[in-house]
């Protein structure tokens, strides 16, 4: 395949300012990177962060997007297990040391020197990217690019959220946006009864909850017509742990499930005593992703999903902000 010079991205040149439009060098592969042409990248929450600056130091100037989905064009001289053509997957996690206490016991998310794709490395708002061999994932053939981007991070941290929430059989979802929808479906699909919980007077979230299988779905601020075993927290608000914690029974735990969340407010000790547990989600690991994928083979979840060209980046991280979109947004690559 003959490969261009240039590539059209979207730029984040300073946190709190808007994504620019540029022309910018084809990126090449070190030894061990393949190189991607970017068929859809999702839009996250993670993103916002990253823009709007609450994650500080970012590697400026940066492409954002870590829920990209592509085809393989070109290889370093040391990858190996890589066909041209072959369509991958590239999460957040885009590098560890390998060698730390955490990356030897399983927990490689934790690594101090771990390195994360629309972040300290470019990611996938670009007609291409590069990414460590190691750091992809294959996808399942039975989902088309658009619907499975958002699985490489919603999904996943969901995944993640989902499994520390231990044997739920209630169990609540705080913020039902992209992360949620798709988990409220793996949940169902496992005999769980799932409570939504979404911004006051958010009606049409509430009916998109229950389509979806919620048992009940309501105003963040009520209490669920049952006690939870657990409940999850997506939304970035830090006045929804006491909520959650109050919601949930005795012995239950309660996950946040957001790299960031606004502070927590104090709250009375006798909602968390009867060991019940407050525990957060950091990252992921490439074991919950070979693990997620091996469930979404034998699940049939569906995706909702709005698309935006690369050019309109800026507008679907506003109305991500702004809360007026229902699933996940994703930015479509053209001439693919």
Request: proline letters at 6%; hydrophobic letters at 40%; one cysteine or more.
């Amino acid at each position: 395949m003959k490969l261009p010079e240039t590539m059209q991205a979207m730029l984040l040149r300073a946190q709190g300012q808007p994504l620019e439009p540029a022309d910018c060098p084809l990126p090449s592969c070190a030894a061990e990177e393949i190189l991607i042409k970017v068929h859809a990248c999702a839009v996250c929450r993670t993103d916002l962060h990253v823009c709007d600056g609450d994650l500080k130091d970012p590697d400026l100037p940066l492409i954002p997007g870590h829920e990209i989905v592509g085809e393989v064009v070109a290889s370093g001289k040391d990858v190996s297990g890589y066909t041209e053509g072959q369509r991958v997957g590239v999460p957040w996690l885009g590098y560890t040391c390998g060698q730390c206490d955490f990356c030897r016991q399983g927990q490689e998310n934790l690594c101090d020197k771990a390195r994360f794709t629309g972040y300290q490395i470019d990611g996938g708002y670009a007609e291409y990217t590069v990414a460590h061999q190691q750091y992809v994932f294959s996808l399942p053939d039975s989902m088309d690019d658009i619907h499975v981007a958002p699985l490489l991070c919603a999904g996943l941290i969901g995944y993640r959220a989902f499994a520390m929430a231990g044997r739920a059989h209630r169990i609540g979802m705080y913020g039902f946006g992209a992360a949620a929808h798709i988990i409220t479906q793996v949940a169902c699909s496992q005999g769980c009864e799932v409570y939504a919980f979404t911004r006051a007077g958010d009606s049409e979230g509430q009916a998109f909850a229950r389509k979806l299988g919620a048992v009940w779905a309501g105003s963040s601020e009520e209490p669920p017509p049952a006690l939870l075993d657990a409940a999850i927290i997506f939304a970035p608000v830090g006045e929804l742990l006491p909520l959650a914690l109050r919601a949930t029974r005795k012995g239950g735990s309660v996950v946040c499930a957001g790299i960031h969340m606004s502070d927590i407010p104090s709250f009375p000790y006798n909602i968390l005593w009867g060991e019940r547990s407050v525990k957060s989600v950091a990252n992921l690991t490439r074991a919950d992703g070979e693990a997620f994928f091996k469930i979404i083979e034998s699940i049939p979840v569906h995706t909702e999903v709005t698309t935006f060209p690369l050019t309109e980046a800026n507008t679907a991280l506003n109305q991500l902000r702004s809360g007026k979109l229902q699933g996940a947004a994703v930015l479509v690559i053209q001439d693919n």
